[in-house]
Protein backbone atom coordinates (compact mmCIF):
# COMPACT_ATOMS: atom_id res chain seq x y z
CA UNK A 1 0.00 0.00 0.00
CA UNK A 2 2.73 2.21 -0.26
CA UNK A 3 1.96 5.72 -1.69
CA UNK A 4 2.35 6.54 -5.25
CA UNK A 5 5.21 9.16 -6.13
CA UNK A 6 2.80 11.24 -8.30
CA UNK A 7 0.51 13.20 -6.72
CA UNK A 8 -1.37 14.28 -9.40
CA UNK A 9 -2.27 10.41 -9.33
CA UNK A 10 -4.98 10.86 -6.61
CA UNK A 11 -7.32 13.11 -5.90
CA UNK A 12 -6.55 15.80 -2.92
CA UNK A 13 -3.73 13.68 -1.53
CA UNK A 14 -2.27 14.46 1.65
CA UNK A 15 1.34 15.81 -0.28
CA UNK A 16 4.47 15.14 2.58
CA UNK A 17 8.04 15.11 1.21
CA UNK A 18 7.34 14.82 -2.02
CA UNK A 19 5.13 11.92 -2.26
CA UNK A 20 1.50 11.34 -1.96
CA UNK A 21 -1.15 9.21 0.04
CA UNK A 22 -4.84 8.96 -0.17
CA UNK A 23 -5.20 9.04 3.18
CA UNK A 24 -5.12 11.09 5.53
CA UNK A 25 -4.99 9.35 8.99
CA UNK A 26 -1.76 8.26 10.41
CA UNK A 27 -1.89 5.46 12.98
CA UNK A 28 0.32 4.29 15.58
CA UNK A 29 1.11 0.57 16.60
CA UNK A 30 1.42 0.38 20.08
CA UNK A 31 -1.09 -0.64 22.77
CA UNK A 32 -2.66 -2.97 20.97
CA UNK A 33 -3.39 -6.64 22.41
CA UNK A 34 -1.14 -8.40 19.54
CA UNK A 35 0.13 -7.47 16.31
CA UNK A 36 -3.13 -9.13 14.86
CA UNK A 37 -5.09 -6.59 16.11
CA UNK A 38 -2.99 -4.12 15.27
CA UNK A 39 -3.10 -5.05 11.67
CA UNK A 40 -7.07 -5.53 11.87
CA UNK A 41 -7.14 -1.62 13.12
CA UNK A 42 -4.86 -0.43 10.80
CA UNK A 43 -6.40 -1.84 7.70
CA UNK A 44 -9.90 -0.53 9.41
CA UNK A 45 -8.49 2.86 9.53
CA UNK A 46 -6.84 2.96 5.68
CA UNK A 47 -3.99 4.56 7.17
CA UNK A 48 -1.08 4.39 4.60
CA UNK A 49 1.14 5.77 7.19
CA UNK A 50 2.36 3.74 10.32
CA UNK A 51 3.80 5.25 13.32
CA UNK A 52 6.62 2.94 15.33
CA UNK A 53 8.18 3.81 18.51
CA UNK A 54 11.63 2.56 17.65
CA UNK A 55 12.55 1.99 21.73
CA UNK A 56 8.91 -0.01 22.04
CA UNK A 57 8.52 -2.08 19.10
CA UNK A 58 10.28 -4.62 17.70
CA UNK A 59 11.38 -4.22 13.75
CA UNK A 60 14.37 -6.45 13.76
CA UNK A 61 16.41 -5.33 16.56
CA UNK A 62 15.00 -8.50 18.97
CA UNK A 63 15.57 -11.60 16.45
CA UNK A 64 14.42 -13.53 19.06
CA UNK A 65 10.89 -12.04 19.41
CA UNK A 66 8.16 -11.29 17.03
CA UNK A 67 8.69 -8.31 14.78
CA UNK A 68 6.00 -5.92 13.28
CA UNK A 69 7.78 -6.06 10.00
CA UNK A 70 5.59 -9.18 9.68
CA UNK A 71 2.56 -7.96 10.68
CA UNK A 72 2.91 -4.72 8.64
CA UNK A 73 5.05 -5.05 5.86
CA UNK A 74 7.36 -2.26 4.65
CA UNK A 75 6.06 -3.11 1.26
CA UNK A 76 2.14 -2.59 2.51
CA UNK A 77 2.51 0.65 4.72
CA UNK A 78 5.02 3.57 4.81
CA UNK A 79 6.82 3.38 8.03
CA UNK A 80 7.08 6.21 10.47
CA UNK A 81 9.72 5.44 13.21
CA UNK A 82 9.54 7.76 15.66
CA UNK A 83 11.54 8.68 18.73
CA UNK A 84 8.55 8.54 21.60
CA UNK A 85 10.46 7.91 24.90
CA UNK A 86 13.37 10.18 23.99
CA UNK A 87 13.91 13.78 26.86
CA UNK A 88 17.06 15.14 25.06
CA UNK A 89 17.72 15.66 21.43
CA UNK A 90 21.14 13.46 21.47
CA UNK A 91 18.93 10.37 22.61
CA UNK A 92 16.14 11.40 19.58
CA UNK A 93 19.07 11.70 16.97
CA UNK A 94 20.76 8.42 17.80
CA UNK A 95 17.18 6.51 18.11
CA UNK A 96 15.87 7.68 14.72
CA UNK A 97 19.96 6.96 13.05
CA UNK A 98 19.22 3.63 14.72
CA UNK A 99 16.16 3.29 12.36
CA UNK A 100 17.18 4.68 9.27
CA UNK A 101 19.69 1.41 9.74
CA UNK A 102 17.11 -1.22 10.70
CA UNK A 103 14.88 0.23 7.90
CA UNK A 104 17.31 0.19 5.54
CA UNK A 105 18.02 4.03 4.95
CA UNK A 106 14.93 5.19 5.22
CA UNK A 107 14.24 9.07 5.87
CA UNK A 108 10.97 9.82 6.67
CA UNK A 109 10.61 10.01 10.16
CA UNK A 110 8.66 11.35 13.14
CA UNK A 111 10.91 13.35 15.67
CA UNK A 112 9.68 13.51 19.01
CA UNK A 113 11.54 15.10 21.78
CA UNK A 114 9.72 14.94 25.22
CA UNK A 115 9.53 17.24 28.45
CA UNK A 116 7.84 16.06 31.15
CA UNK A 117 7.22 12.25 31.61
CA UNK A 118 3.79 13.03 33.23
CA UNK A 119 2.27 15.18 30.69
CA UNK A 120 4.41 13.89 27.91
CA UNK A 121 4.65 17.98 26.75
CA UNK A 122 6.96 18.60 24.18
CA UNK A 123 10.61 20.31 25.28
CA UNK A 124 10.61 22.51 22.12
CA UNK A 125 14.33 23.89 22.83
CA UNK A 126 15.96 19.68 22.32
CA UNK A 127 13.43 19.42 19.73
CA UNK A 128 14.74 22.04 17.39
CA UNK A 129 18.31 21.33 18.05
CA UNK A 130 17.49 17.54 17.01
CA UNK A 131 15.48 18.89 14.36
CA UNK A 132 18.40 20.97 13.41
CA UNK A 133 20.81 17.64 13.09
CA UNK A 134 18.44 15.59 11.58
CA UNK A 135 17.29 18.06 8.56
CA UNK A 136 20.97 18.36 7.92
CA UNK A 137 21.91 14.63 7.91
CA UNK A 138 18.88 14.26 5.69
CA UNK A 139 16.58 13.06 7.13
CA UNK A 140 12.54 14.24 6.04
CA UNK A 141 10.87 14.91 9.51
CA UNK A 142 8.08 15.46 11.24
CA UNK A 143 7.83 17.28 14.06
CA UNK A 144 5.51 16.90 17.09
CA UNK A 145 5.47 20.28 18.89
CA UNK A 146 3.40 22.30 21.17
CA UNK A 147 1.02 24.57 20.03
CA UNK A 148 2.89 27.55 19.89
CA UNK A 149 2.62 29.21 16.48
CA UNK A 150 6.49 30.89 16.68
CA UNK A 151 7.95 27.78 17.18
CA UNK A 152 5.85 26.08 14.68
CA UNK A 153 7.18 28.38 12.12
CA UNK A 154 10.81 28.40 13.50
CA UNK A 155 10.27 24.42 12.87
CA UNK A 156 9.44 24.81 9.51
CA UNK A 157 12.39 27.01 8.86
CA UNK A 158 14.90 24.73 9.94
CA UNK A 159 13.31 22.31 7.13
CA UNK A 160 10.68 19.95 9.10
CA UNK A 161 8.33 18.09 5.81
CA UNK A 162 5.25 18.49 8.38
CA UNK A 163 4.88 20.18 11.62
CA UNK A 164 2.52 18.07 13.81
CA UNK A 165 1.13 20.08 16.88
CA UNK A 166 -0.61 18.24 19.93
CA UNK A 167 -4.22 19.21 20.61
CA UNK A 168 -4.24 18.15 23.43
CA UNK A 169 -1.91 15.94 25.99
CA UNK A 170 -0.59 12.63 24.80
CA UNK A 171 -3.03 10.06 25.56
CA UNK A 172 -5.44 12.33 27.09
CA UNK A 173 -8.56 12.08 25.11
CA UNK A 174 -9.21 15.43 25.92
CA UNK A 175 -9.89 16.30 21.97
CA UNK A 176 -9.23 19.64 20.44
CA UNK A 177 -8.37 22.23 22.95
CA UNK A 178 -6.42 24.79 21.68
CA UNK A 179 -8.34 25.17 17.93
CA UNK A 180 -7.58 29.55 17.47
CA UNK A 181 -3.62 28.17 18.38
CA UNK A 182 -4.24 25.40 15.38
CA UNK A 183 -5.57 27.86 13.15
CA UNK A 184 -2.56 30.38 13.25
CA UNK A 185 0.04 27.27 12.55
CA UNK A 186 -2.19 26.39 9.63
CA UNK A 187 -2.80 30.07 8.07
CA UNK A 188 1.07 30.28 8.55
CA UNK A 189 2.33 26.47 7.18
CA UNK A 190 3.63 26.15 3.34
CA UNK A 191 4.15 22.52 4.88
CA UNK A 192 1.13 20.17 6.27
CA UNK A 193 0.03 20.55 9.26
CA UNK A 194 -0.90 16.99 11.50
CA UNK A 195 -2.73 17.44 14.96
CA UNK A 196 -0.49 14.69 16.96
CA UNK A 197 -2.17 13.92 20.61
CA UNK A 198 -5.03 14.00 22.42
CA UNK A 199 -7.58 12.93 19.91
CA UNK A 200 -10.36 10.44 21.56
CA UNK A 201 -12.92 10.02 19.23
CA UNK A 202 -14.32 10.59 15.81
CA UNK A 203 -15.67 14.12 16.57
CA UNK A 204 -12.30 15.15 17.40
CA UNK A 205 -10.78 14.08 14.29
CA UNK A 206 -13.30 15.77 12.56
CA UNK A 207 -13.05 19.07 14.00
CA UNK A 208 -9.38 18.64 13.48
CA UNK A 209 -9.93 18.43 9.83
CA UNK A 210 -12.48 20.96 9.52
CA UNK A 211 -10.12 23.37 10.70
CA UNK A 212 -8.11 22.78 7.98
CA UNK A 213 -5.32 20.24 9.40
CA UNK A 214 -3.68 18.29 6.82
CA UNK A 215 -4.26 15.07 8.68
CA UNK A 216 -4.85 13.72 12.51
CA UNK A 217 -1.76 11.16 14.08
CA UNK A 218 -3.36 9.05 16.46
CA UNK A 219 -2.98 5.81 18.82
CA UNK A 220 -4.49 5.68 21.68
CA UNK A 221 -7.74 6.62 20.49
CA UNK A 222 -8.13 3.19 18.64
CA UNK A 223 -6.02 0.87 20.43
CA UNK A 224 -7.88 1.77 23.85
CA UNK A 225 -11.03 1.76 22.63
CA UNK A 226 -13.70 -1.34 23.60
CA UNK A 227 -13.53 -2.27 20.01
CA UNK A 228 -10.82 -0.89 18.23
CA UNK A 229 -11.12 -2.06 14.90
CA UNK A 230 -14.57 -0.51 15.01
CA UNK A 231 -12.96 3.10 16.42
CA UNK A 232 -10.74 2.61 13.66
CA UNK A 233 -13.36 2.45 11.19
CA UNK A 234 -14.76 5.30 12.46
CA UNK A 235 -12.11 7.39 12.42
CA UNK A 236 -11.72 7.18 8.90
CA UNK A 237 -15.03 7.64 8.25
CA UNK A 238 -14.73 11.30 10.73
CA UNK A 239 -10.97 12.36 8.48
CA UNK A 240 -13.09 11.80 5.30
CA UNK A 241 -15.95 13.90 6.66
CA UNK A 242 -13.94 16.42 8.30
CA UNK A 243 -11.91 17.12 4.94
CA UNK A 244 -14.91 17.17 3.18
CA UNK A 245 -16.54 19.48 5.06
CA UNK A 246 -13.32 22.25 5.24
CA UNK A 247 -13.58 22.02 1.21
CA UNK A 248 -16.83 22.55 1.30
CA UNK A 249 -16.80 25.37 3.40
CA UNK A 250 -19.29 26.17 6.13
CA UNK A 251 -21.47 28.58 6.23
CA UNK A 252 -21.03 31.84 8.51
CA UNK A 253 -21.93 31.40 12.42
CA UNK A 254 -24.71 34.36 13.45
CA UNK A 255 -26.22 35.40 16.36
CA UNK A 256 -29.38 34.87 14.42
CA UNK A 257 -31.19 34.48 11.16
CA UNK A 258 -31.11 37.33 9.29
CA UNK A 259 -33.16 36.05 6.83
CA UNK A 260 -35.54 32.93 7.46
CA UNK A 261 -34.32 29.63 5.83
CA UNK A 262 -37.15 28.87 3.71
CA UNK A 263 -38.75 31.40 1.00
CA UNK A 264 -41.47 34.12 1.71
CA UNK A 265 -42.59 34.69 -1.83
CA UNK A 266 -44.69 32.57 -3.47
CA UNK A 267 -46.52 31.09 -0.44
CA UNK A 268 -49.58 29.16 -0.65
CA UNK A 269 -52.58 30.77 0.83
Not at 120 to 139: C, Q, S, W, Y
Not at 194 to 217: H, K
Not at 234 to 253: C, K, Q, S, T, Y
Request: hydrophobic content about 45%; charged content about 20%; overall charge negative.
Amino acid sequence: MNAPSDPAALADPLIVAGRAYRSRLLVGTGKYRDFDETRAAIIASGAEIVTVAIRRTNIGQDANTPSLLDALPPSEFTYLPNSAGCYSADDAVRTLKLARELLDGHALVKLEVLGDSNTLFPNVRETMKAAERLVADGFQVMVYTSDDPIIARELEQIGCVAIMPLASLIGSGMGILNSWNLRLIIDQARVPVLVDAGVGTASDAAIAMELGCAGVLMNTAIALAREPVRMARAMRLAIDAGREAFLAGRMPRKLYAASPSSPTSGLIT
